[in-house]
């Protein structure tokens, strides 16, 4: 797809950046929505403000011609069938960025028909919420009922980069942090047993490029992974053997039976209805746009990713809740000084000291 105007709402994140960066060497004008300020660059413009205010948005969408819209954003159900005519009307193509998530436990390898939760699934509980993995299908279902097919929803499973490097539910700034600043690392059985899927995010940035301003992509569903698996064991594994180069010893270590998320009711969707699943993707959709054994090796990638990573550690921590968790299972202590604010201080002192050990 060339020089073209493109409009990418939400696009700063780990595969967010990598899209826009292709998209750009193409010579396309691309349009990036942020919250924060970012100057521009070659062939791409950011506009400051948030994509879910209405009001933002309405000043944006009429801006250009757009020739495709990728929104990466993530909605309520309800936002997004209020937007949704609003979006399609604005775009020869509007790419949907959905989730993996949204299948249920499929064996031996999803396919894009293979059941989803919000179809599959008969827990009432979890169907009464619009936990992610369901607002993302309610909202494809919402696009599929829409008169305009031109749409095309993007699946991505989990995706690692220089800047994101999960272990099971955690991301980075929950055990590597640890790691790096002399605490215990603590993982659970129940989900190193399982098998995963991880790409590279630069990969899932050049398929859905593929599919940008491809007419037989309009009114159809593609997940973005590479073609192999392996085991949250060995994932794990290979985190452990960099970092032991890294800091000259190995990083102390908790293995515990069960993640202690499954015992937070905001928090155990995520382990019930994926992590404890086993993920294989078969890749044939989008076979037909990008050649995915062309995709980076993930031990190889991940592990590239976390070599560049150390060369410059820099962490985001939003809360330091689940922090004062897994110290209250190892019985550890975060500094003071490491927690930004009093309130922030606070928080910690009360979740370590209130919540049982596992």
Same mark, same amino acid.
């Given at each position: 797809m060339n020089k073209n105007l493109i409009l990418v709402l939400g696009g700063t994140g780990a595969m967010g950046k990598h899209v826009v960066k292709l998209l750009s060497q193409s010579e396309n004008q691309v349009f990036v929505t942020s919250r924060s300020f970012h100057k521009d660059e070659t062939n791409i413009h950011y506009l400051q403000g948030n994509a879910k205010n209405a009001q933002f948005l309405a000043s944006?969408?009429?801006?250009?011609?757009?020739?495709?819209?990728?929104?990466?954003? !993530?909605?309520?159900?309800?936002?997004?069938?209020?937007?949704?005519?609003?979006?399609?009307?604005?775009?020869?193509?509007?790419?949907? !960025?959905?989730?993996?998530?949204?299948?249920?436990?499929?064996?031996?390898a999803i396919a894009e028909s293979s059941p989803r939760l919000l179809d599959a699934c008969h827990d009432s509980t979890y169907l009464s919420t619009d936990e992610y993995a369901l607002s993302k299908a309610r909202e494809e279902d919402i696009l599929r009922r829409h008169e305009k097919k031109n749409w095309t929803i993007v699946r991505p499973y989990i995706t690692y980069s220089e800047q994101r490097l999960q272990l099971g539910v955690l991301e980075k700034e929950y055990w590597l942090y640890q790691a790096l600043h002399g605490r215990t690392i603590v993982f659970s059985q129940d989900i190193a047993r399982r098998t995963t899927t991880m790409t590279y995010g630069y990969d899932v940035a050049r398929g859905i490029a593929a599919l940008l301003g491809r007419k037989e992509a309009l009114g159809r569903v593609f997940h973005i992974t590479v073609d192999e698996s392996h085991t949250w064991q060995e994932i794990f594994d290979l985190y452990i053997r960099v970092l032991t180069e890294h800091l000259g010893h190995a990083?102390?270590?908790?293995? !515990?039976?069960?993640?202690?998320?499954?015992?937070?009711?905001?928090?155990?969707?995520?382990?019930?209805?994926?992590?404890?699943?086993?993920?294989?993707?078969?890749?044939?959709?989008?076979?037909?746009?990008?050649?995915?054994?062309?995709?980076?090796?993930?031990?190889?990638?991940?592990?590239?990713?976390?070599?560049?990573?150390?060369?410059?550690?820099?962490?985001? !921590?939003?809360?330091?809740?689940?922090?004062?968790?897994?110290?209250?299972?190892?019985?550890?202590?975060?500094?003071?000084?490491?927690?930004?604010?009093?309130?922030?201080r606070l928080k910690y002192f009360l979740r370590r000291t209130i919540l049982p050990k596992h």
């Open positions: 944006i969408l009429p801006m250009h011609p757009w020739d495709a819209i990728v929104d990466f954003m !993530i909605y309520g159900t309800h936002d997004f069938e209020e937007r949704i005519d609003q979006l399609l009307s604005s775009t020869r193509q509007y790419v949907f !960025i959905s989730s993996s998530r949204v299948y249920a436990d499929t064996q031996p990083p102390k270590m908790k293995m !515990i039976s069960k993640n202690p998320r499954i015992d937070i009711p905001t928090s155990k969707w995520q382990v019930l209805y994926d992590r404890y699943y086993d993920r294989r993707f078969d890749n044939t959709a989008i076979k037909e746009f990008i050649n995915t054994t062309t995709f980076t090796p993930t031990l190889q990638g991940i592990e590239q990713c976390l070599r560049d990573f150390l060369k410059n550690p820099s962490f985001h !921590i939003n809360g330091w809740g689940e922090h004062a968790m897994y110290d209250r299972i190892t019985g550890e202590w975060t500094p003071w000084k490491e927690i930004p604010t009093w309130e922030q």
